[in-house]
């Protein structure tokens, strides 16, 4: 059975990232301000300064082997 959408596909992209004190929205990739130590990963909002997101390696998800 397939799904049918009913209105308008968003335009957005789902790789979108949102600051949640300012509403600024756009790719990490595009404009985000990405701070790396090599072992902890820190995005920043251009806009506010609010960090989105922080994460160290070992909180990362690791790819799962196969057997």
Do not use: Y
């Not at 404009?31 to 090599?38: A, F, P």
């Not at 251009?46 to 196969?66: F, L």
């Amino acid at each position: 059975m397939n799904a049918v959408a009913s209105g308008p596909r968003s335009s957005r992209r789902k790789s979108v990232l949102f600051c949640a004190e300012c509403s600024f929205q756009n790719p990490v990739s595009e404009g985000w301000l990405v701070v790396s130590d090599g072992e902890e990963r820190t995005i920043v909002c251009p806009e506010c300064g609010h960090v989105a997101d922080h994460r160290t390696e070992r909180s990362a998800p690791s790819p799962k082997r196969a057997d």
